[in-house]
């Protein structure tokens, strides 16, 4: 009797278990997908913002043919999966993330939509990856997000360095309380493969492609399927990036329990542009992108975002602007006078110079100030190039920990990575890069390959500090209505007698060399005279923001349009000087004398307002993360 009850028992406990399971299969089979929660139209009274628009040839023609931009489907990478073998098409849950003593919550989208094509076949097969996806990355700060949002939007090179090494580093926004976003468009390894999965496959795909073809890894229309414009989608679509924020608006709605108070753009050359094209509501070929509204030109509905910031906006000029809405909120400019003038400081001139056109113009919505100063701000740096440096190290720093990588610039190539501790931190993708596909990071480093380089320069550069701050700027601008400093501008584009734009004045041919032909004004000659000879003009001082690396010079320079490379000093050379060609560096009086030039030009650009005080502090005063200025004995 008694074995006939317990067989009893575990009879209903089964059919309990199998009730149970029938009904949490249900449950989840009616569970909304996401698609169903985040594609919110934005109509009525959701407080979703839209993740599609309608995009007018004409806006102010009501016959005007038009086109419709946006998501249209949303999936999710899940934890320790590659996601070229599991998608899910609910709201995954996020990762939970920890590095440099940053904690932090993590959403990996794979968005595509009107445009994408998800049914390409990359040339390596299905461990390659399928389709074409929009990658997204969202993270939330574990504990007390501050509301606001960064969204980051990458140019056109290499995605490994550029979606998870945005100018402001993450886990810096992230440790200060910030959301952060980050959209790209692909690169040399499939958007949709998982970078957070266990078997490191995104990591070891860069050097599987770049061996198999080193010399076309770099040339986007012989490798399209590689690169970041997928099928018709290009980087600086910004009518499509505009409906991705708000995709990632309704993210942090449905899973922090609130959009975010204010978002930013941050953007790098044609990401840069894509921003312009938000903010001014037309693109490169003229396409209406609806503005930075959260329903098109409809400013009842409040903006995408609150600001925008982009280094190096390359085909903004080419764009026009919307009349009504030409700006919609304030704009930084980053610069360099290293880079072809197509695509520097007369960009933002261009900018500028349109934008105050309009708002003088008859369309204007008479609710937008007329002063271009209090939407355009322009900041130089001397001698700074496209490519930003300073993304290949931490900012943030909290110790070693056992997958550290370190870059020592006193040693030959062969003996500069090592995970003992001597040199500078390499930042996580650079060290999931040496350790999955050290050729192409070691490529990187090496100064006798034409164009690399870029670890050496990078070691003491320390621009993220600079973009920090002037990103510090923008939000007590929008916030605050604290006015930044004065645009910075090199004195060169002011001269009236100037009719192109100079080498760097201690070019020498074999060792200080910018490799580059004077360009001329050309086209940007009326945007320049602007500048110069109207009384509403951008307000600028004639000079430009100097690294320490500039004002405290510690090696021979050979710079590029995208590249730069730095041979440092010997010993011998940062005492008793340098004189070669038109080099006539004088050298220092010792190493001590050396050390204090750096800490003095780190805390003048303090001064400025033209460098982040925290990173500063740590940079100046001898942290190991930091960099420590040290010289070959040979």
Excluded: C
């Excluded at 489907?73 to 990762?95: M, S, Y």
């Excluded at 499939?190 to 061996?211: F, L």
């Excluded at 910018?514 to 110069?532: E, H, I």
């Excluded at 000079?543 to 050979?558: L, T």
Aim: charged share 20%; glycine share 8%.
């Amino acid at each position: 009797m008694k074995t006939a009850a317990r067989a009893t028992k575990l009879i209903v406990l089964v059919l309990v278990l199998v009730a149970a399971l029938a009904l949490a299969s249900a449950a989840s089979a009616k569970q909304p997908t996401a698609n169903q929660l985040l594609l919110n139209d934005g109509s009525g009274s959701s407080m979703l913002a839209p993740t599609s628009t309608t995009v007018l040839k004409d806006r102010f023609v009501p016959a005007s043919p038009s086109f419709v931009s946006g998501v249209t489907d949303v999936k999710f990478a899940v934890e320790k999966i590659r996601t070229d073998i599991q998608l899910w098409d609910r709201i995954a849950p996020p990762l939970r993330m920890q590095r440099n003593g940053v904690k932090w919550e993590e959403y990996n989208l794979l968005v595509s939509g009107t445009g994408f094509n998800v049914g390409a076949v990359y040339p390596y097969g299905k461990a390659q990856g399928q389709g074409r996806y929009l990658n997204v990355r969202v993270m939330v700060p574990r504990h007390g997000w501050n509301g606001r949002l960064m969204f980051w939007h990458h140019g056109n090179a290499d995605t490994y360095l550029l979606t998870y090494t945005p100018v402001v580093e993450p886990e810096l926004l992230l440790s200060r309380g910030w959301a952060v976003a980050e959209a790209h468009f692909n690169g040399p390894a499939p958007a949709q493969q998982n970078p957070n999965a266990s078997d490191d496959s995104y990591w070891k795909s860069v050097d599987e492609m770049y061996q198999f073809d080193p010399i076309n890894y770099w040339a986007y229309p012989t490798h399209p399927d590689w690169w970041s414009n997928p099928n018709g989608v290009a980087i600086d679509d910004g009518a499509t990036l505009r409906n991705v924020a708000g995709l990632v608006k309704n993210l942090l709605y449905r899973e922090a329990g609130r959009q975010p108070a204010r978002t930013y753009w941050l953007g790098w050359s044609r990401g840069g542009s894509a921003g312009t094209a938000v903010d001014s509501g037309r693109d490169s070929a003229g396409n209406y992108t609806g503005g930075d509204f959260v329903v098109p030109y409809d400013k009842r509905s409040g903006k995408v975002f609150d600001g925008f910031m982009g280094m190096e906006p390359s085909v903004s000029r080419t764009a026009p602007v919307d009349k009504q809405f030409p700006v919609a909120a304030p704009f930084v400019f980053i610069g360099g006078n290293v880079t072809p003038l197509s695509i520097a400081a007369p960009n933002a001139l261009n900018f500028a110079h349109k934008v105050k056109t309009a708002l003088d113009g008859p369309d204007a919505d008479p609710s937008l100030s007329k002063n271009i100063n209090n939407w355009v701000r322009l900041y130089m740096e001397k001698y700074g190039d496209h490519d930003w440096t300073g993304r290949f190290f931490e900012t943030m720093y909290s110790g070693d920990d056992h997958n550290a990588v370190y870059y020592d610039i006193t040693k030959p190539l062969a003996e500069r990575f090592n995970t003992k501790g001597h040199g500078r931190k390499l930042n996580w993708v650079m060290s999931k890069l040496w350790r999955n596909s050290p050729k192409y990071l070691t490529d990187w480093a090496d100064e006798n390959l034409p164009g690399w380089g870029q670890l050496t320069s990078s070691y003491y550069q320390l621009n993220d500090a600079f973009h920090t701050a002037l990103f510090q700027h923008l939000v007590d601008w929008v916030e605050h209505g604290t006015v930044p400093p004065t645009s910075r501008i090199d004195p060169v584009l002011m001269d009236p007698l100037a009719t192109s734009y100079p080498n760097l004045p201690f070019n020498d041919p074999t060792q200080d060399s910018l490799n580059r032909a004077p360009s001329s004004f050309g086209s940007d000659l009326a945007d320049v005279t602007w500048q110069r000879t109207s009384p509403d003009a951008l307000n600028v001082v004639q000079s430009m923001v100097e690294m320490p690396h500039v004002a405290a010079r510690w090696g021979i320079f050979s710079v590029g349009y995208k590249w730069q490379s730095i041979q440092p000093f010997t010993a011998a050379q940062l005492v008793g000087g340098y004189h070669v060609g038109n080099i006539d560096f004088a050298g220092y009086a010792d190493r001590a004398a050396s050390r204090r030039a750096f800490t003095q030009s780190v805390q003048s650009l303090v001064d400025q307002g033209m460098y982040d005080p925290a990173i500063a502090a740590r940079f100046a005063h001898g942290d190991p993360g930091g960099p420590q200025l040290a010289f070959p004995e040979h």
